[in-house]
Every structure is written in C-alpha cells, then in structure tokens.
C-alpha cells in the first residue's frame, strides 16, 4: 500500500510536470507568434529605405487593454509579465498610458551629420586588458555610458540580447563655455545623442570609436541653428531624427530585436505623450552587446561634444533570448564602463557615474560633461 501510494505521488507529480511544461511550450509559441506579427505589420514605408512603420491605431485605442497581438499590428511594446517582470511593467504602464500622439512626419538626417561610414563586420571595440575582477574601464573618442557583452559571434536564441529599455532626462544643450560655432569660418555643430542600443559597430579607419548598431533614444544640437534643437532618435545602422523633444522632458525607448533580421523601435515622449515605432531590414543582430551610451556622432568629421551638463538614465534594464534580465549596475567582468575623451584622447569629456547596490543603483546611471567641453568644445 505504501509503495502504491509512492507511485501514485510519482504518477502526479509527472502529471503536473507535463502539464507545466506544455503551458510554458505554448507561452512560448504564443510569443514567438505575437513577435511574428510586428514585421509584417510594419507594412507603411517611411521616406527612407529599409525603414518602416506603423498603421495608425484607431480612434480610442488603449493599449493598456489592448490584446498582445493588437499591440503588434500597431507596433506598440510587447506587454512585459506583471508577475515575473513587474518593474518593466510598471514602466510599460507609464509609458502606454502617456501614448496618445501618433507622429507619422518624415524622418531626417540629425543637424550636421553626414553618412555613417560603418562597414559590417567591422570590430564592435579596441579589447582592453586587465587585472581588475570588476567592469572593464575602457575610453573612446566618441561615447560615455555602460554596456554589457557577452561572447557571441554569431545570433543565439537563447544567448543574445533580444531587447533594451530605458527612460532618460532630455538635457539642456549648448555650445560649451568659451568656444565658438564658428570653425575655420563655418558654422559647425556641437551634438550628443543618448541611447539605448543593441551591438555596435566601429568605422574602419578609426581606433576607440563606438556606435550602437540598433539604437532609440534622443539627441540634441547646438550652434548649427539660431535655436539649439532636440529631436527623438532612431537608428539602424545610420540614425536618424524623428519628433521634436524639449529639454526637461521624460523620454522612454524600447528596442526589440527577437531575430538577427527582426528588429523594432519605440520611442515616446512621455511629456508630450508623443511616439511611434520602426522597423529595420536585415541588420544581422548578432546580440553580443546592450549599451547605455552618450555619444557624438560623424558629419565628414567627428563632431564636438555638446555641454549637456547631467543627463539621467533610470528603470534600465536589458533581457537575454532565455528571459533573463541584466542591468547597466553589473559588476561583472564582462561589463564595459566607457567614458569619452577629446579627440586625442588625453582629457575626458563625458563621464558616466554607474552604481550597483539597491534598486537605483541597478537601474539608474548619470552623465556629466567635464574637461574641454566647457571651454573650447574638444575640436582637433
């Protein structure tokens, strides 16, 4: 009787076990399904090639209600897990609530910039070699900011960082103290873009330059108008500027990337309640890197550092194919803490305060302009 009872146990638990495994098999094909959707669905052209967008949601759309495959043919985020994953949702919540504004203007090159000159294949940072267990301190000419890696060389479905969040400050843009727009008698620019990115590629003919391959996020000039200028920022591989942001406002940004060739971006001002969404064709996402980056960007030229001042990152997080979550406060060797020097890499210019204890500590990070930023804007 007793032995009976054991395999009657046995026999339940097998039962029970099969049971949530084949819930979790279809939670997963559901999802798989509903990630199916998003491309697909992308189906209006934007004005420029292998970018494309949404079909407008219609009147009294709530996404908060919304079901999963809805969210998708309008290309609004995936809704986290409220039980597994309730910071993200919590975030989600905010971010869907505020999102009332459809832009569908034509996207433009960011003020100044010229072409990205990035080949693919292309090396993602110059290794850097040392003794410390912790974060990697690594500097570049071109980007501050926090990025996670791991080592895969080609996409993984369990491995690869499928998606980034993450809700930033727009900053206050100037050119910096004691120099001039004016260069050689052109008006230059002075810029900075804050993103959240997934992999990243360096041009070819440059040492200790990094750009995000698959980025949201904002960016902001100065100099090159009457007015400095702010603008939300989408990219894959070339960026470029979407809806107008103002200093002072809360912005979020999600990017998806669930294949090596599928690939979305949400940005919303939250302040304004203003968003939309893209897609990108045939990236070859490899998944090897998520950032958290202040960076500069190329006209014919690497351009110089706009002073912002501070700028905030907070609720960051990024998330593995297999589900798990990672946050720019990893003390892990394989973390990269970046900060940005002047163009010959003697003095830093954009720093990047990472904590790594406690909620904020995880999740928030802090820029601050320093150095030749201040007087001079570090042109060569």
């Known amino acids: 009787m007793q032995t009976q009872g054991k395999f009657a146990k046995l026999a339940v ?3 029970v076990g099969s049971l949530l495994l084949s ?4 939670a997963t094909a559901e999802s798989d399904s509903v990630r199916a959707i998003y491309v697909p669905r992308a189906n209006v052209a934007t004005n420029i090639p292998g970018i494309h967008t949404y079909a407008e949601p219609p009147k009294g759309f709530k996404p908060l209600t919304a079901t999963d495959e809805e969210l998708a043919t309008y290309g609004f985020p995936p809704r986290p897990d409220k039980q597994a994953e309730p910071d993200h949702y919590a975030l989600w919540q905010r971010a869907m ?4 504004i459809r832009w569908n203007g034509e996207l433009r090159p960011l003020p100044g910039s010229g072409h990205r ?6 090396p993602r940072l110059p290794e850097v070699v040392q003794s410390q267990t912790g974060p990697k301190l690594i500097t570049t000419i071109n980007a501050s ?3 996670l890696t791991n080592k895969q060389t080609k996409w993984s479905n369990t491995n690869s960082f499928t998606a980034i969040y993450a809700e930033m400050s727009v900053p206050v843009a100037q050119v910096p103290f004691g120099a001039s727009n ?3 008698g052109e008006v230059t620019c002075f810029v900075e873009v804050s993103s959240a990115g ?3 590629r360096s041009p070819a003919d440059t040492t200790g330059v990094v750009f995000p391959l698959l980025l949201g996020g904002v960016g902001a000039s100065a100099g090159c108008e009457t007015e400095a200028t702010y603008y939300a920022v989408v990219g894959g591989p070339d960026f470029s500027g979407a809806f107008q942001v103002n200093p002072g406002d809360v912005f979020y940004t999600e990017v998806q990337a669930p294949g090596p060739n599928i690939s979305t971006v949400y940005v919303e001002d939250i302040t304004t309640q203003t968003y939309n969404s893209y897609t990108f064709d045939n990236l070859g996402v490899v998944g090897n890197a998520a950032n958290w980056l202040v960076f500069r960007y190329y006209s014919d030229e690497l351009l110089p550092l706009a002073n912002t001042i501070n ?4 609720y960051t997080f990024a998330e593995t194919g297999n589900g798990k979550n990672f946050y720019p406060g990893s003390q892990a060797s394989s973390t990269e803490i970046l900060g940005m020097t002047d163009d010959g890499g003697d003095q830093g210019i954009e720093v990047v305060n990472q904590g790594s204890g406690g909620f904020e500590g995880q999740h928030a990070l802090e820029f601050f302009t320093s150095g030749c930023a201040y007087s001079g804007g570090c042109t060569p």
């Open 182 to 184: 004016i260069v050689n």
């Open 311 to 314: 700028i905030f990152f907070d």
């Open 13 to 15: 638990l097998v039962i």
């Open 97 to 100: 609530k505020a999102a009332k």
């Open 145 to 147: 900011g926090v990025m």
């Open 117 to 122: 000159m990035i080949p693919s294949g292309s």
């Open 198 to 200: 997934i992999d990243a």
């Open 23 to 26: 819930i979790a098999t279809l």
